[in-house]
């Protein structure tokens, strides 16, 4: 703007460099996958979000102990999971127009009194073309109303690690999540308002250690090892600052950073940010974790893309942690 235009007095345009920015418009239109999400449990709304903000592919969790009424959970209480997801799939992908994938698997959050009889089961639903992953799956620190033994825990995650490597699948973990400190804490008993989830029913950790959430970790990987699972097979969801070190330094293995509920476990896109210009963006995905127990954003992963841009990260490397990375490990998209 010249001094001359015809505003009654200067204003900030007259004062700024004429050389315009150079905006990334085609970071509008970049097409991107979401690796961990539970959107058959959102509404037909939250998934039509997704759709109008460029989502390409998805990888639909139906692993979750949230949505199964009975504590402890059966084995054909997880099948029905599975059966559910199976069931609405095809419609989901219909609707909306994204390629809507499946992640089975048995999660470690309660305990599961029969998990054999899953097990057996899980190998013919990984020969289905719609199933992609394995997971969400992963030992845990400590379960919600029914404490599972770390040994059990343990081979049920291996045991699902091996039949991933069988069928060539990729496998999601659950890494707990260590949340920020906030400085005060809610109402005992009232629980975290956005998350529907009885408080008070968390049992004492199953892990003793200094770090349960790495522990955690680190007995993943170790059962990876043992079941033959090639770490570049695995990714670890919800990655934070307390396990990237260590999954980045000391493993092959992808993180993906989920910042579909920030206000919840703390991680956004800056910590993305840091982890590629520390790491770089080979093996780094992000997702939502978006599911009807949580207050979450469909929108998350687009507003990510934006805000990458935003700390610095070049379009190269964000295409490559949202949409070219998880082509590669889960074979969907385009």
Same mark, same amino acid.
Request: glycine share 6%; net charge negative.
């Given at each position: 703007?010249?001094?001359? /235009?015809?505003?009654?007095?200067?204003?900030?345009?007259?004062?700024?460099?004429?050389?315009?920015?150079?905006?990334?418009?085609?970071?509008?239109?970049?097409?991107?996958?979401?690796? /961990?999400?539970?959107?058959?449990?959102?509404?037909?709304?939250?998934?039509?979000?997704?759709?109008?903000?460029?989502?390409?592919?998805?990888?639909?969790?139906?692993?979750?102990? /949230?949505?199964?009424?009975?504590?402890?959970?059966?084995?054909?209480?997880?099948?029905?999971?599975?059966?559910?997801?199976?069931?609405?799939?095809?419609?989901?992908?219909?609707?909306?127009?994204?390629?809507?994938?499946?992640?089975?698997?048995?999660?470690?959050?309660?305990?599961?009194?029969?998990?054999?009889?899953?097990?057996?089961?899980?190998? &013919?639903?990984?020969?289905?073309? +719609?199933?992609?992953?394995?997971?969400?799956?992963?030992?845990?620190?400590?379960?919600?109303?029914?404490?599972?033994?770390?040994?059990?825990?343990?081979?049920?995650?291996?045991?699902?690690?091996?039949?991933?490597?069988?069928?060539?699948?990729?496998? %999601?973990?659950?890494?707990?999540?260590?949340?920020?400190?906030?400085?005060?804490?809610?109402?005992?008993?009232?629980?975290?308002?956005?998350?529907?989830?009885?408080?008070? %029913?968390?049992?004492?950790?199953?892990?003793?250690?200094?770090?349960?959430?790495?522990?955690?970790?680190?007995?993943?990987?170790?059962?990876?090892?043992? =079941?033959?699972?090639?770490?570049?097979?695995?990714?670890?969801? /919800?990655?934070?600052?307390?396990?990237?070190?260590?999954?980045?330094?000391?493993?092959?293995?992808?993180?993906?950073?989920?910042?579909?509920?920030?206000?919840?476990?703390?991680?956004? =896109?800056?910590?993305?940010? &840091?982890?590629?210009?520390?790491?770089?963006? +080979?093996?780094?995905?992000?997702?939502?974790?978006?599911?009807?127990?949580?207050?979450?954003?469909?929108? =998350? %992963?687009?507003?990510?893309?934006?805000?990458?841009?935003?700390?610095?990260?070049?379009?190269?490397?964000?295409?490559?942690?949202?949409?070219?990375?998880?082509?590669?490990?889960?074979?969907?998209?385009?």
């Amino acid at each position: 703007m010249s001094p001359t /235009h015809p505003t009654k007095r200067p204003t900030d345009a007259a004062h700024l460099d004429e050389r315009s920015p150079d905006v990334p418009t085609d970071l509008l239109n970049l097409p991107w996958i979401d690796v /961990h999400n539970h959107a058959h449990t959102l509404s037909w709304t939250d998934r039509e979000r997704y759709a109008l903000s460029g989502c390409e592919a998805m990888v639909m969790v139906a692993s979750g102990y /949230h949505w199964t009424p009975y504590k402890p959970v059966r084995a054909e209480d997880v099948r029905y999971l599975w059966d559910d997801a199976l069931n609405r799939r095809a419609a989901i992908e219909r609707n909306h127009f994204f390629e809507a994938n499946l992640g089975l698997g048995i999660h470690t959050g309660v305990r599961i009194e029969d998990p054999d009889k899953a097990l057996e089961a899980m190998a &013919d639903y990984c020969a289905l073309e +719609e199933v992609v992953a394995i997971g969400e799956t992963g030992v845990t620190p400590t379960q919600h109303v029914s404490s599972w033994d770390l040994d059990e825990q343990r081979a049920i995650v291996q045991a699902q690690m091996e039949l991933a490597a069988d069928h060539e699948l990729p496998v %999601l973990l659950h890494t707990p999540n260590t949340s920020s400190d906030s400085d005060r804490s809610y109402r005992e008993g009232i629980g975290t308002p956005g998350y529907e989830k009885n408080p008070g %029913l968390g049992q004492e950790p199953v892990i003793d250690a200094e770090n349960p959430a790495l522990e955690a970790v680190k007995i993943d990987v170790e059962a990876a090892r043992d =079941a033959g699972l090639d770490e570049e097979q695995v990714v670890a969801s /919800h990655a934070d600052g307390n396990n990237t070190a260590y999954l980045m330094e000391e493993t092959d293995c992808y993180l993906s950073y989920t910042i579909g509920h920030s206000w919840l476990i703390g991680v956004d =896109a800056a910590d993305v940010a &840091d982890a590629i210009d520390e790491f770089g963006p +080979e093996r780094i995905m992000v997702d939502t974790d978006c599911a009807n127990v949580l207050r979450t954003d469909p929108f =998350a %992963l687009k507003r990510a893309i934006l805000e990458l841009y935003r700390y610095g990260i070049d379009e190269e490397a964000i295409r490559r942690v949202v949409l070219e990375n998880p082509r590669e490990v889960f074979d969907i998209g385009q």
